[in-house]
C-alpha cells in the first residue's frame, strides 16, 4: 500500500497496485475524512439524521442526493461525495475511477448491476443503436448520473455511476468515476475503516479490466491512442498459413521484421542504429494487410512479446505533426515495438512531411522500432520515403497473383465449400485460376461470393441433377456443373470491372505472366 495523501483536505487517496509479471499498475481510490468533512460542510447539512434500514429511506436518500448532484453538476465530485455520506450515514462511502470497470465488469457477467430506472431519479441519454448489419437494434441508456444495485460475491452494493457529459462522437462512452457504498459494519472495515467488500471487489474488476487491456491492440485513430479489441480479434485470427503468397517473399518478411527484434546484439556490435522500416506496395487486395497482421501475430506469441502500435489516421484537433510527435513519443516509450502506418501516402501529407522525416530519422532515439509502412499507391509517396534507406530500408512488391497463387486459393474456398452441399471438384481449382489471369485476391474472392449466392438463388433442379451426375475429371465436363457456369458469368463481368478502373487495367491488361521466383516481391 502506498502512503496515504491528503488532497484538499477531504479526501485521503490510496493506491491500489496489480501485480502482473510485467508492470504494476497503479488504481486510485478516494475515501471520506470525516474531520475535514465536518469543517467543510454546512452545520446544517452535517446535522440531519438518516439512518437508512428500509426501502423507502434508501429511495429519499437517493432523492436527496440526485437534488445535490444537479445543484452540484458544475462543480466536482466532492460535493456529490459529501451528498452521500450526508444522506447515507450508516454506509462507507468509496471512490473509485471510471477504470476501475465496474459496469464492464457486470456487462461480463462477473456481477450483476441493476439500473435504478423505475423511479427515473437518474440523469441520462436514451440511444437508439443499429447495429452494424443494419438488421438489429436496441436502445442504449447513456447513463451521466445514477445508481445500480450492485451485487458481488454475495455482497450487495449500491454503486454511483458519474459521467461527464456525452457527445456523438463518444465510442464508447467514458465513465469518470464511481462511488461505492457499502452498509458499515465493524467486521467488514479494516484497520483504516474501509471495507474489506468494496476493497475486494475494486480489486476484481480492475483486474478484469486490466485482462481486458491486454487483449487490444493500441490504434491511433481521432486523435489519440485507444485499444481496439476489434482488430485484436482479427489479429489473433490471422496466421501465414493462411497468407497465399510468393514463398520466397512470404518467407523474406518474416525473416526481416522477426529477425530484426533478434538482432539487437549485432546492431550494437557494429554500432547501428536498432531501428529499420519496411513498405508494402501493390495494388489492393493482394495480401499487404494479412501479411501485416500475420507478423503481429508472430511477434505478440513470441517468449518476448512485441506489441504493436497501429496508425489509422493522423487526423487531429491539434494538428497533424502534433499527431506524428505523439505517435513517436509513444512508439519510443513502447519500444522494442512494431509500429505500422496503414495507406502510407495519404497519412503523410506535403505539410508534414518533412516533420515525419525528422521524426524518422531520430532526433530521439528510435532504437527497437521497425516500421511497416503501407500503400496502394508507392508513386504518391515523396522519394525521401521511398528512395532513402535508413528511413524505410526495403520495399516488397505485392504483386497480382500468379496462377499457383491463384490454385491454392480456389482450394482454400474448396475446402471451406466441402460441407456447403456445391458440387466442386478437385481439378476444379486449376481450371478457375486459368480464367483468371490478371485478378487479384480482392477480385478472386468476390468472384467465388457472387457466384455463391447467383446459385443459392437459383433453383433449377435440372441443373441439380447434372451436377450429381458430374463427377472429378477434365474440365470439359465442368459445361454440366452450374457452379462452374456461373463463376465463368461473373469473372467475365468482373474482367470488365478490372478494365475500368485505371490502376488496376495499367496491371491486369499488361499483365505477362509470374515473374521469377528469384524476382518476385523484391523492388
Known sequence: MEPRLLVRGVRSAASYVIKTPSKQVPRVVYNY???????????????????????PAIEAAHARVLEDFRKAREETALDIFCSLQTHYPDWTVTMTPGSTGLKAFADAGQATAKLDVESEKLLSQLKYELAKDRKVASFQELVEFARYDYQWAGNSFIVYQFCKNYYDDDDPPQCTMFFILQKREGSELDDDGRSKSVKGLIAAATSYAQGMQEKGILLFDQSGWKKNTELWESVQQSSWENVILDESLKASLKRDVAGFFDERANYERFGVTWKRGIIMHGLPGNGKTLSVKALMRGLATRPNPVPTLYVKSTASQYGVTYAIRDIFKKARKMSPCLLVFEDLDSLI????????????????????????????????????????PSRF??????????????????????????????????????????????????????????SLLVLANEQNEAGRAAEERAQDGNSSDFESVPFWRVINQQVNMLRNEIKGSRKSAEDAIGYNGPKPASKAGFA
Open 393 to 450: 530500408d526495403r520495399k516488397y512488391h505485392f504483386d497480382l497473383p500468379a496462377a499457383p497463387e491463384r490454385t491454392k486459393y480456389c482450394e482454400q474456398w474448396r475446402s471451406r465449400l466441402a460441407d456447403k452441399a456445391v458440387n466442386f471438384p478437385q481439378k476444379m481449382c486449376s481450371a478457375i485460376a486459368g480464367i483468371t489471369d490478371g485478378f487479384s485476391f480482392a477480385y478472386l474472392q468476390e468472384a467465388f461470393i457472387s
Open 33 to 55: 475524512n470525516p474531520s475535514a468533512y465536518t469543517s467543510l460542510c454546512p452545520a446544517s447539512i452535517r446535522d440531519r439524521s438518516y439512518h437508512v434500514r428500509s426501502s
Open 349 to 388: 501529407t506535403e505539410d508534414s512531411r518533412s516533420y515525419f522525416l525528422n521524426e524518422v530519422d531520430g532526433l530521439e532515439s528510435n532504437d527497437g522500432i521497425m516500421m511497416i509502412g503501407s500503400t496502394n499507391y508507392l508513386e504518391k509517396l515523396d522519394a525521401g520515403i521511398t528512395k532513402r
